[in-house]
């Protein structure tokens, strides 16, 4: 068993690992660009020219609103004007490359000044570019699309770096479970163990085992060992699950309950020998959706947020369990926003009545 819970793990990470989808959000996002100038007009204009790009255009009528901008989000350009009112392009510039975040943003001028001392000026405050006015749409179109494709790439390996340091950190943990794993004394201290680590090893909120108690060699409820001899039904072992828990400091209030799962051990999820990865969308349409809504109803369980869940396969093959994984630590659970979970969390109540 303590082999067979160990494998589960490992699984778990080569299947799920934890920045795989934000590698392929970064690799498709839809990239912005800044465009800055204090006249209407020339922003509608330049608008208007990249507006057949697959780009989020945002406006900014002067040097402090573009700043303001800057302080929440990353651009993949910056188109900036010159001559402007208070603020000028130059000191714009400027600033924004005093903020260790925009210190590699392109910033690319655009001006009706073709003038030498203009262009060595702004080269100096970090400009990598210009663009002359009247502004020839192909160039600019051209121009933009060269520092956007170089965001992309760039983001990509990036995120790709994180996940590989991720890897490595998974690797470790899964390393150092084994060799816990193996010295555990009982198959309680395994189950227990196996649970605490696909939860740290994962990254979620929550971590729940639910363990079959196989009526040949069933597990003393006290000890946790495995009592050989014990005939099929004896009263005192004959419970159909156990459950084995790990949650975050979210569900602090979870912790050291006794879970009821018997109602969970003929779902779906808890039979099938293979993964499962359920986003709260795909959890609405799941068969094990009403049974969920059930249970938490019931408090037998805490809300699920997303469920990941991996059988456990004994070493005669067959399904002896199954753990849960809910409540992803990361910025994936908030995609979309509080708005979805809440009309997620609307229609499980409306489910339940």
Request: proline fraction near 5%; include cysteine; charged fraction near 20%.
């Amino acid at each position: 068993m303590a082999c067979c819970g160990f494998v589960f793990a490992a699984h778990v990470a080569k299947d799920w690992p934890l920045t795989s989808v934000g590698v392929r959000m970064e690799a498709t996002e839809k990239c912005a660009v800044l465009m800055v100038d204090d006249r209407p007009e020339k922003l509608l204009a330049l608008e208007a020219v990249l507006s057949d790009l697959d780009l989020e255009l945002v406006q900014a009528n002067s040097g402090r609103e573009a700043l303001r901008h800057l302080l929440n989000r990353e651009f993949a350009a910056i188109l900036l004007d010159i001559n402007m009112p208070g603020m000028d392009g130059f000191e714009t510039a400027r600033l924004i490359r005093q903020r260790k975040s925009c210190e590699s943003t392109p910033i690319i001028f655009v001006t009706a000044y073709h003038d030498e001392m203009f262009v060595s000026r702004g080269y100096t405050l970090g400009a990598v570019d210009y663009v002359l006015q009247p502004v020839v749409p192909e160039v600019l179109r051209s121009k933009v699309n060269v520092f956007v494709d170089l965001y992309r790439k760039t983001r990509q390996v990036q995120a790709q770096a994180r996940w590989q340091q991720q890897r490595a950190a998974q690797l470790q943990k899964l390393a150092t479970a084994s060799v816990a794993i193996n010295a555990a004394k009982s198959m309680a201290d395994t189950l227990q163990f196996i649970t605490e680590t696909a939860r740290d090893v994962i990254g979620s909120h929550q971590a729940i085992t639910l363990f079959r108690n196989d009526p040949a060699f069933p597990l003393d409820a006290n000890s946790g060992t495995v009592i050989l001899g014990q005939p099929t039904g004896a009263p005192a072992t004959s419970v159909a699950t156990r459950a084995f828990t790990s949650f975050s400091d979210k569900y602090e209030e979870w912790r050291g309950r006794s879970l009821p799962l018997d109602a969970a051990a003929n779902s779906v999820i808890a039979t099938t020998r293979s993964p499962s990865r359920l986003t709260p969308r795909q959890l609405l349409a799941h068969p094990d959706y009403a049974l969920i809504v059930t249970m938490e109803a019931a408090g037998a369980i805490p809300p699920v947020v997303g469920l990941l869940a991996a059988p456990l396969i004994g070493r005669d093959g067959r399904n002896i369990g199954v753990i849960y994984l809910s409540d992803k630590v990361s910025t994936e659970t908030k995609t979309n926003g509080h708005t979805f979970m809440r009309r997620v969390s609307l229609q499980k109540r409306r489910a339940s009545n």
